[in-house]
């Protein structure tokens, strides 16, 4: 029953490759109107960064002009989730690489983060605040860092740090980060609420993202607290904050995926989504629901996939195990994956895609230290717990 | 002020999860042949943005006018941040065309190499500056190939701008003779060819008198009707080959294959119960049209650059003619010897005949309907 669609699925993804690979081609356009490439911010953005970038080229010797422009090209990479801007904010810094101001160091710290350079990230932001204890950014990026990285204890520790240093909503969220994956999401969960209903709905456009972040996260607890009804009115309500935000489409298309709402997952994401994490959702809400782009965009995927490995990039094991799982259909190579992005990232989406790697492999003796950290921290969820348990029993 | 700052960082932050463009990247293919270097480098369209400001108009959208306008900054911009070199001397760089191309993650211009060295490149360096000013975390994806379809694959980086790569530069003799050794080979390993041209030749010192079978008066006589097949089957395939690789002919390869399985039983039949013209050169020449084709499949699996096709065609052929006349030097001579023993009609043809019938039509139902059923 099952070799039909099988069979017309890899017609299709047939169809797809010779259709890509008869495009992909170069050409030379017919007429000087059309439309090449469509640049992702908008212009106002972009002369600000032109002008700034002008002015750091007339002084190359400034540090603050440089460290303006690497901090607006990180906040362009954050808004539009994009790493050009991050490889930008580098070359920006690039004559300070190497120096010891706190400033640099966090800046250099927060883009080997994103790069998942974590033990680097870890002592450079170590290095700034031995400088400066009571650099707040310095104490919230390492807080993350080890969040991502595992170490719970001593993300709480920095967050503690944070709440002497920065506004309320910035220390709760932090706080609520780490509780909401150490056994005390219900607490967190609280916690948020009070403080979003405290704090100022000022207009700006960086309290507006504060707020988003923080109203995702409350989601993400009532998801994990067995509560959909909230998780959904949150993240409609992070959703209509900022509608362009990609972690909040990217944690709501789970949250859809896991309740079988697949056509809502198409239409929440685009089939031409720039943004990997995106595309991934899409693709798995597209095949299994047998929408008819399930082949091509599976397609697109694949050789994005396989563009970030001709670099030699490892950054997205977590998305890349997801995918080899689902789409590729190969366990054990998914479960090589995942178990490499654990070695790096420990966040719940790895211990899960972990878990269900191997399962599918048949190998759940591969993922005892998955089952361990989670004994340990305490992580609440009914689905982590569910496949925990299948992966437990023998 | 400070929650300000701290918002966007932390949000930075905690988004890690979210970032996940493509990173930049410039696709850089050169194809080395002797001193001379054809190529093509794929540039990012929103990265050469970055640079010279493709925007002309400042509506957020790069067109093609926009590009076709900038070719000359484009041009200036990347011959500086690209330098080639063999044993240490320069190879001048010139872009020859701009074409546009997409990839998995936007527009990219596509701008024609060409470089040429002072002498034959036998290690080749590349220095790589594209976009690094600017963007620390691109990369230059450099795929190399030279004329024997070697291919190098090697990433640029900030860190690691220059790099060398040491060529095995077949000489064209070189080439040439590892494609009659191919040529040779397919004949070799292709046991339908083989049995095609024994099919032919059996009977090839006997002709047909009414029923019988009576062997041929003199040796010359012999190598006559034998030249002429050979010669007929050979202009036909030749020519069907050349057809094929050129790409102005092309059939599905399962169809060439069944048909070629066909024409060795049909020719071995016919050694049984005459079913086919009977000049012999007429039906060799008819079924090598047919081998040619499969020959040419051989060929195409071998992923010729285009630079090399005629040296490889020609090689090839002249492989295949080798393997084919050392198959008539070991086989005329023997059934010459044999021919007018009172076995040879019955024992040999009819029964050699028969059994090579026999294999071919398995290959036929094999290749028609894709089944398997002979170990060969």
């Known amino acids: 029953m099952r070799a039909l669609p099988l069979l017309a699925r890899c017609a299709g993804a047939l169809l797809a490759i010779i259709a890509s690979s008869a495009l992909a081609a170069p050409y030379r356009p017919h007429s000087d109107s059309e439309i090449l490439e469509t640049l992702p911010s908008g212009p106002a953005s972009e002369r600000a960064t032109r002008a700034l970038r002008a002015l750091t080229l007339r002084d190359p010797g400034n540090l603050d002009l440089a460290l303006r422009l690497a901090s607006l090209h990180i906040a362009r990479a954050r808004s539009a989730s994009d790493p ?47 400088a400066e204890p009571a650099n707040a950014q310095a104490w919230l990026t390492l807080a993350t860092v080890q969040q991502v990285t595992g170490d719970l204890r001593g993300a709480g520790d920095s967050c503690r740090r944070v709440a002497d240093l920065a506004i309320a909503l910035v220390a709760v969220a932090c706080q609520a980060s780490v509780d909401g994956v150490s056994g005390r999401a219900a607490y967190a969960y609280e916690a948020l609420e009070d403080v979003l209903a405290r704090s100022s709905r000022a207009n700006g456009s960086e309290s507006m993202r504060l707020r988003t972040w923080a109203t995702t996260l409350q989601a993400e607890l009532a998801e994990r607290l067995a509560r959909p009804a909230d998780a959904e009115r949150l993240y409609r309500a992070s959703r209509a904050l900022d509608p362009n935000d990609a972690y909040t489409i990217a944690a709501y298309a789970d949250f859809l995926i896991d309740a079988e709402r697949y056509t809502e997952v198409l239409d929440l994401i685009p089939r031409d989504t720039a943004v990997d994490t995106l595309l991934l959702r899409r693709v798995q809400a597209a095949v299994r629901s047998g929408a008819a782009d399930a082949a091509s965009s599976a397609n697109d995927l694949d050789q994005r996939f396989a563009a970030l490995r001709a670099r030699g990039e490892r950054v997205h094991l977590r998305e890349e195990a ?21 070695r790096v990232q420990k966040e719940p989406l790895d211990a899960r895609i972990a878990l269900e790697a191997a399962l599918a492999a048949h190998r759940p003796q591969a993922v005892a230290g998955v089952l361990d950290w989670i004994a340990s921290t305490h992580l609440e969820g009914a689905r982590i717990a569910e496949l925990a348990r299948q992966a437990r029993s023998p | 002020m400070m929650a300000r700052a701290i918002a966007s960082l932390l949000l930075l ?23 001379a270097i054809d190529g093509q480098w794929d540039i990012a369209l929103r990265d050469l943005d970055a640079v010279v400001d493709l925007d002309a108009n400042a509506d957020g959208r790069i067109d093609w006018g926009e590009l076709r306008q900038r070719n000359a900054e484009i041009d200036a911009y990347a011959l500086a941040r690209l330098a080639l070199s063999s044993d240490g001397q320069a190879c001048p760089l010139a872009i020859t065309d701009h074409q546009v191309d997409r990839h998995s993650d936007g527009g990219y211009v596509v701008l024609g190499l060409h470089a040429r060295c002072p002498s034959r490149i036998d290690a080749l360096g590349v220095d790589y500056g594209l976009l690094f000013d600017i963007d620390a975390q691109h990369r230059g994806l450099l795929k190399l190939e030279t004329a024997s379809s070697t291919v190098v694959s090697a990433v640029f980086s900030e860190t690691r701008r220059r790099q060398s790569f040491a060529l095995q530069q077949p000489s064209t003799f070189g080439q040439f003779r590892a494609y009659v050794a191919d040529g040779i080979g397919h004949i070799a390993a292709g046991f339908d060819h083989l049995l095609f041209l024994v099919a032919l030749l059996l009977p090839a010192v006997l002709v047909r008198n009414g029923r019988r079978w009576e062997p041929v008066a003199s040796f010359p006589r012999a190598c006559r009707s034998v030249a002429g097949t050979v010669t007929a089957f050979t202009v036909a395939h030749s020519i069907t080959l050349s057809l094929a690789t050129l790409s102005l002919v092309s059939l599905p390869s399962r169809l060439v294959e069944s048909l070629i399985a066909l024409s060795v039983l049909l020719t071995a039949l016919d050694n049984v119960w005459p079913i086919l013209p009977r000049r012999r050169w007429q039906v060799a020449f008819a079924f090598g049209l047919l081998h040619g084709f499969g020959f040419a499949s051989v060929l195409a699996d071998l992923q010729l650059p285009p630079s090399a096709l005629a040296l490889s065609l020609f090689g090839f052929n002249v492989g295949v003619e080798i393997g084919q006349l050392v198959l008539v030097l070991l086989l005329v001579p023997l059934v010459y010897w044999v021919r007018d023993t009172r076995a040879y009609p019955r024992l040999g043809v009819i029964c050699a005949s028969a059994v090579i019938a026999l294999l071919s039509s398995g290959w036929l139902i094999e290749r028609s309907l894709d089944v398997r059923l002979l170990p060969f």
């Open chain 2, 13 to 35: 932050s905690i988004a890690s999860t979210a970032f996940a463009h493509k990173p930049s990247d410039s696709y850089l293919m050169l194809h080395v042949d002797a001193a």
């Open chain 1, 322 to 342: 997801r995918y080899t799982l689902e789409i590729g259909r190969s366990p054990e190579q998914a479960l090589v994956l995942a178990l490499d992005n654990w």
């Open chain 1, 84 to 130: 050009r801007e991050l490889g930008r904010a580098q070359a920006t810094l690039s004559p300070w690489w190497n120096a010891e101001a706190p400033p640099v160091l966090v800046l250099r710290a927060t883009i080997e983060q994103s790069n998942h350079v974590f033990d680097a990230a870890r002592a450079d932001l170590e290095r700034a605040l031995a």
